[in-house]
């Protein structure tokens, strides 16, 4: 009985494995794009504008391109992807994930708990159909993730202030 105990659960742990869901190592920029889809100057311009969103409001948007999630859905990976990242301050929750599967032809934004006031789904669902979208369907990428980001940036704007804002403030 008790080998039969000890089989189920090995089966059981192997099967929980082998569907346990993969997610690539942390990124160390805001735009990750594992296709190659945008060029090295499209993904500077937009690396530029999210690094300074964050340096003065200190909300996270991070930007990954690739090319499928699999079997997943896609707004679960792009959540377990911002989790497993960081994306956001510690303690505010307050970042924001736009995942793009090109092959799955899928976009999804998720938001953490602190930026879902000014950032809820329905806006993510707008941003996706009105920007995201029709510049995708016309082949151009970067433009429709530069609109997307635009306008996540223009609904989240105030929402936190950076630390390192007030510090300069309090010291002049």
Same mark, same amino acid.
């Given at each position: 009985m008790f080998k039969?105990?000890?089989?189920?659960f090995c089966l059981t742990l192997c099967t929980l494995f082998a569907f346990a869901q993969q997610l690539p190592e942390k990124s160390n920029t805001l735009v990750t794009d594992y296709t190659?889809?945008?060029?090295?100057?499209?993904?500077?311009?937009?690396e530029h504008k999210l690094v300074a969103f964050d340096d003065s409001t200190s909300t996270q948007i991070a930007v990954v391109i690739m090319k499928s *999630?699999?079997?997943? /859905?896609?707004?679960?990976?792009? @959540?377990?992807?911002g989790r497993a990242w960081g994306i956001g301050?510690?303690?505010?929750?307050?970042?924001?994930?736009?995942? *793009?599967?090109?092959? /799955?032809?899928?976009?999804?934004? @998720?938001?953490?708990?602190?930026?879902?006031?000014?950032?809820p789904d329905i806006v993510t669902h707008e941003i996706i159909q009105n920007d995201i979208?029709?510049?995708?369907?016309?082949g151009n990428y970067y433009a429709g993730l530069d609109a997307g980001t635009n306008d996540i940036i223009k609904y989240v704007k105030g929402e936190y202030k950076s630390p390192r804002s007030e510090e300069r403030r309090v010291g002049k």
């Open positions: 039969k105990l000890i089989l189920f190659n889809t945008l060029s090295d100057a499209e993904q500077q311009q937009l *999630v699999g079997d997943y /859905d896609i707004n679960d990976y792009a @959540q377990r992807l301050q510690k303690g505010k929750n307050n970042g924001v994930v736009v995942l *793009v599967a090109i092959g /799955d032809r899928k976009v999804s934004i @998720q938001t953490g708990y602190g930026v879902e006031a000014a950032l979208r029709p510049n995708f369907k016309a």
